[in-house]
Nanobody, 115 residues
């Protein structure tokens, strides 16, 4: 079973920064896609940033210029650097990965941005 574990969430003031990490359980992965999603209270889960087709990246319009996705293959870890945070960014952030026909999710980490 593939496990994904997020960390780095917390409480931050508007304009601040936070860095999320997603650690995978296996030494070797051949993920078709991997990225970050978030779900705010009362809303559907949405894509924030993701890797597709190797090094290609995609960002939601709402986070472009503020968030940056990155990864360290040696550590089997993906990161999300979040700058200039806004109260609207408040949500549970999830790490997700697609491997073949299976989709894997982490447990989520809460990000709260105060105004």
């Amino acid at each position: 079973q593939v496990q994904l574990v997020e960390s780095g969430g917390g409480l931050v003031q508007a304009g601040g920064s936070l860095r999320l990490s997603c650690a995978a359980s296996a030494n070797i992965f051949s993920f078709n896609a991997m990225g970050w999603y978030r779900q705010a209270s009362g809303k559907q889960r949405e894509l924030v940033a993701a890797y597709t087709n190797g090094a290609s990246t995609h960002y939601a319009d709402s986070v472009k210029g503020r968030f940056t996705i990155s990864r360290d293959n040696a550590k089997n870890t993906m990161y999300l650097q979040m700058n200039s945070l806004k109260p609207e960014d408040t949500a549970v952030y999830y790490c997700g990965a697609l491997l073949g026909t299976y989709t894997y999710w982490g447990q989520g980490t809460q990000v709260t941005v105060s105004s």
